[in-house]
């Protein structure tokens, strides 16, 4: 997530296990207006989850492109805050306060920050969540409860997909799924996850070191 959110405002946000096969490159692309009843409805779902959703917090664990793998704590609070909290030896906080992305190295104390309506987060912290609208849906796929949304952002800012990964069951999101531009894919799976807990207005708040990339304040 950390490489593919520096690549999301300038290119996107990356994406996600090819080896576990969740994205089929040879889908065809779909226009809502082309969806089944079956499809929409699961589409509908999902947005129904991230409407009725106001806080989370859990547990995530992270495959980045080249295999390598970092775990942390993350917590939500809509709308559009965010952190995802690493844990050593990664030493990447990423936070939303609202407004802007942030990604702080706490090694180098230099971060990264970018607005949070140019990468696809936007699509998931708003404050009423409408995929079919305001996403292009590329792909939907139902195999043994669980449901497989490719969508891109219809303002197309920035070239890439998000993945969702949804328990019909469960009534869950298990696993989003970030794809750049250049066919880069970072998994995050969220496990652990408990709603409905007010998290501290701290948590999504940094002291911003002198040097800061990206498109800044």
Not at 71 to 77: A, P, R
């Amino acid at each position: 997530m950390i490489r593919g959110l520096k690549l999301a405002a300038a290119g996107l946000v990356l994406a996600a296990f090819a080896s576990l096969g969740v994205i089929d490159s040879t889908a065809v692309s779909a226009r809502a207006d082309e969806l089944s009843d079956g499809q929409r409805t699961a589409i509908q779902q999902i947005t129904g989850y991230f409407n009725g959703m106001r806080t989370l917090q859990g547990e995530f664990l992270q495959v980045g492109p080249k295999g390598h793998i970092s775990t942390g704590v993350f917590h939500i609070s809509k709308p559009g805050r965010m952190r995802f909290q690493y844990a050593p030896p990664n030493p990447f906080v990423v936070v939303a306060d609202g407004t802007w992305v942030t990604i702080k190295n706490n090694a180098k104390d230099t971060a990264d920050q970018y607005p949070l309506s140019a990468t696809p987060l936007r699509l998931v912290l708003a404050e009423e969540v409408d995929l079919l609208s305001e996403a292009k849906i590329l792909s939907v796929e139902q195999v043994d409860g669980m449901t497989t949304v490719t969508l891109e952002d219809k303002d197309q800012l920035v070239p890439g997909h998000l993945v969702l990964i949804f328990d019909e069951q469960r009534e869950e999101l298990q696993q989003w799924i970030i794809v750049d531009g250049q066919g880069r894919r970072t998994t995050i799976s969220l496990t652990e996850m408990v709603a409905g807990i007010d998290p501290d207005p701290g948590l999504f708040q940094l002291d911003l070191p002198t040097r800061r990339t990206g498109t800044t304040r």
